[in-house]
């Protein structure tokens, strides 16, 4: 692949994030802008990798190429383009279920339906960086700075899903481990539901310079309001509760227990 094709003129958050995402997929590529009506001169070209343009696999503007998902929203480009692409990012398939529901599908249904279909707000910094009044070089400038902006929004969404994946699974071994236990003392924060799941109560872990206490879950199990003890904070909820010190976290938890 040599080059990647898309039309010019007004751009969207769709051929926006689509280049992004193929820039960093396939390393800094060429982009070639161009009029709808050129298609012909690119469209059997192997060479080229063509988005939001020509009627093929990854446009989405005619009936032809209209895609929807499971749940009824529609692809746009760049969707489809992650759909097929997301395992050279390291995704897994549940990992790329849930960044296509949070993060794309709000975009491509803006692209689809407009943009007071679902709020974007990736879409909003796309359209207010898309000034009608650029034409040509100018706006081919506006389209690389829009561009170098959703190349650092992807690059921070893909490491924060690749780091909830680990998360996820380091959370369930540690709860596994722990099994049953009501009260489980952690070296730092884990999510509470796979606890939960394993018969765990309380966790307790530090934060910053002073230490937490969670319930896993906050209908059956509160943090008890006796348990003030170096308290700092206790959520209305009772479901966790900030202790200057370790003992006094371990403390409030073996209290709520017997509450």
């Known amino acids: 692949m040599k080059r990647l094709i898309t039309h010019h003129g007004k751009f969207h958050a769709d051929d926006v994030f689509s280049t992004a995402w193929l820039k960093i997929i396939y390393g800094n590529l060429d982009v070639k802008r161009i009029d709808r009506s050129d298609i012909y001169k690119y469209i059997n070209d192997n060479e080229n990798f063509i988005y939001d343009i020509g009627n093929g696999k990854y446009d989405h503007h ?4 209209k895609e929807y998902r499971n749940n009824g929203s529609p692809y746009a480009s760049f969707g489809k383009i992650v759909r097929d692409t997301y395992k ?4 897994d398939y549940n990992t790329y279920k849930n960044f296509d529901y949070f993060f794309i599908t709000p975009i491509d249904t803006v692209d689809n339906e407009g943009p007071n279909s679902v709020i974007s707000q990736h879409s909003d910094v796309i ?3 898309n000034q009608e009044d650029l034409y040509g070089a100018e706006q081919d400038a506006a389209f690389s700075k829009a561009v170098e902006y959703a190349d650092t929004v992807l690059t921070i969404m893909i490491k924060k899903y690749l780091k909830d994946k680990e998360i996820e699974i380091e959370t369930k071994r540690i709860a596994r481990k722990n099994k049953a236990r009501d009260i489980v003392i952690l070296e730092k924060f884990y999510p509470t539901n796979p606890f ?3 018969g765990t109560k309380f966790i307790v872990y530090p934060d910053f310079d002073h230490w937490n206490c969670n319930s896993t879950d906050s209908s059956i199990n509160l943090i008890s309001d006796k348990a003030t003890d170096n308290l700092i904070f206790r959520h209305i909820s009772g479901s966790f509760a900030t202790f200057k010190t370790k003992a006094a976290a371990v403390k409030s938890a073996e209290l709520s227990l017997r509450s």
């Open 62 to 65: 005619t009936k032809e190429c």
């Open 127 to 129: 359209r207010a960086m």
């Open 196 to 198: 939960k799941k394993e």
């Open 88 to 91: 050279l990012v390291g995704f």
